[in-house]
């Protein structure tokens, strides 16, 4: 058995190891068959061993010529062509007429407008204390001999009349009461009151009238 790193055997080692091991098993069967020691001896010398001598390897084939050396000429040497100046007219510079500057004169700002009005407050039409008459006493008062001080507050509309009358402090009497509440409803006028816009407003108005009986 040849292993990798072994030489391939030549076919003439290869027919001398074939007589090699026929050999021997003829010797070993004329042993067996008991067999005379002159056949054995006979069959050896006939057997001639043929020694086979490995042929050499062949030759190394020798290596390559170099290449021969090729020579490379320069390119031709070529003048660059004459520069050729060509002159370009120069630019037309168009100058655009500034237009005169028109200076406005200036207008005088408006005026302001005017502020608005001030709220007025209702004042009422003369003296409420000479609205009651004599006559207005009430009959029952004066028999009684009663007089007194009323505290009234008046509810007035934008036309500046009466529109409500409430007792605010009695006289204690209520004749007296009721009656000056009656008669400052009737009589009773006032200059009505105007807001920002100078529209009429209503509004209310507190004071007291005094009762006293009148003396001959």
């Keep these: 058995m040849a292993y990798a790193d072994q030489p391939a055997m030549s076919p003439r080692r290869l027919t001398g190891i074939v007589f090699v091991v026929v050999f021997h098993l003829l010797v070993?069967?004329?042993?067996?068959?008991?067999?005379?020691?002159?056949?054995?001896?006979?069959?050896?010398t006939e057997l001639n061993v043929v020694d086979v001598q490995e042929e050499p390897p062949p030759p190394e084939a020798p290596p390559p010529p170099p290449p021969p050396d090729v020579k490379f000429?320069?390119?031709?040497?070529?003048?660059?062509?004459?520069?050729?100046?060509?002159?370009?007219?120069?630019?037309?510079?168009?100058?655009?007429?500034?237009?005169?500057?028109?200076?406005?004169?200036a207008k005088p700002a408006p005026p302001p407008p005017p502020p608005p009005p001030k709220p007025?407050?209702?004042?009422?039409?003369?003296?409420?204390?000479?609205?009651?008459?004599?006559?207005?006493?009430?009959?029952?008062?004066?028999?009684?001999?009663?007089?007194?001080?009323?505290?009234?507050?008046?509810?007035?509309?934008?036309?500046?009349?009466?529109?409500?009358?409430?007792?605010?402090?009695?006289?204690?009497?209520?004749?007296?009461?009721?009656?000056?509440?009656?008669?400052?409803?009737?009589?009773?006028?006032?200059?009505?009151?105007k807001d920002s816009a100078g529209q009429a407003t209503g509004g209310v108005y507190s004071s007291r009238f005094v009762w006293k009986i009148p003396k001959d």
Aim: proline share 13%; with cysteine; glycine share 8%.
């Design 28 to 44: 070993g069967y004329a042993f067996i068959n008991g067999l005379a020691y002159n056949v054995i001896k006979k069959a050896a």
């Design 120 to 193: 007025v407050a209702l004042t009422p039409k003369g003296n409420f204390q000479a609205l009651m008459l004599t006559d207005d006493y009430p009959p029952s008062s004066l028999r009684n001999e009663e007089e007194g001080t009323v505290g009234f507050t008046l509810t007035i509309g934008p036309d500046g009349r009466v529109t409500n009358c409430q007792v605010t402090s009695s006289s204690g009497h209520p004749a007296l009461d009721d009656t000056a509440c009656r008669l400052l409803s009737r009589r009773a006028r006032f200059n009505p009151g």
């Design 73 to 105: 000429e320069p390119p031709p040497i070529v003048a660059p062509p004459p520069i050729v100046q060509v002159q370009s007219a120069a630019p037309v510079i168009s100058t655009v007429p500034t237009p005169p500057v028109i200076h406005e004169e």
